[in-house]
């Protein structure tokens, strides 16, 4: 009696985005994917894209029927769709507090005032705005991102989660561009981090089809 076999990953991606920190996810779980690359501008606007992630952004990930858009979403999707690559903390466990606490900050406060930082928009910004804002203060931020990561290794107990790849990801591109300082405690956690294998992998490979899109026509 042959079993059906499993609806394979279409992955929308485009290695200058956001897209990077899914591309490592999928290299930790050893997923068999198909990658599509998707240029910015037109080609993310197209009737066939738009119909997967009506943003038209990416990252997108298509699982037969089911579709999944947002950075920490596909994330914590794709770790409970490999249970025993051990990406996420087990449901009784205390450690999944923290896993979703951290994976959901990083989605909210801190992209939030790093793009907030990034655009100038801070520079003015009342007593009355940060008490609105979902961040508060971008001083707040850094604080409490200083607090998750300071002295550890991992966020969630003694093992390597999605919410790691999610804040060594953001607190190093960010360090990157200036969006967040290069304080000591953000480099000690992140750098280790960022040297794993599989973030190396999906290095390679961004890098090749970077390439192969700059590339001129013959």
């Not at 290299?27 to 009506?54: H, R, S, W």
């Not at 801190?110 to 801070?122: F, H, P, Q, R």
């Not at 940060?130 to 604080?143: I, K, L, N, P, R």
Request: aromatic share 10%; charged share 20%.
């Amino acid at each position: 009696m042959s079993t059906a076999r499993p609806p394979k990953l279409r992955f929308f991606s485009n290695p200058r985005s956001r897209a990077r920190m899914v591309h490592w996810m999928l290299q930790e779980c050893g997923a068999d994917y198909e990658l599509v690359n998707q240029e910015f501008g037109p080609e993310m606007k197209t009737p066939e894209f738009l119909a997967i992630n009506p943003m038209g952004k990416v990252p997108a990930l298509q699982h037969g029927d089911a579709v999944i858009t947002e950075t920490g979403a596909i994330l914590a999707y794709l770790a409970e769709l490999f249970p025993d690559k051990q990406l996420a903390p087990a449901i009784a466990s205390p450690e999944r507090a923290s896993y979703f606490r951290w994976l959901f900050f990083v989605a909210g406060p801190v992209e939030a005032a790093t793009t907030a930082k990034n655009e100038g928009w801070l520079k003015l910004q009342t007593h009355q705005q940060a008490m609105s804002a979902g961040f508060g203060h971008f001083e707040d931020v850094v604080s409490t991102l200083q607090h998750a990561v300071s002295g550890k290794r991992y966020v969630c107990g003694d093992h390597f989660t999605a919410a790691d790849l999610y804040l060594a990801s953001y607190i190093g591109w960010s360090m990157m561009d200036g969006s967040l300082p290069k304080l000591p405690e953000f480099e000690a956690y992140a750098t280790p981090l960022l040297q794993r294998p599989a973030s190396a992998r999906a290095d390679e490979i961004d890098g090749d089809m970077q390439a192969a899109a700059m590339a001129p026509i013959i």
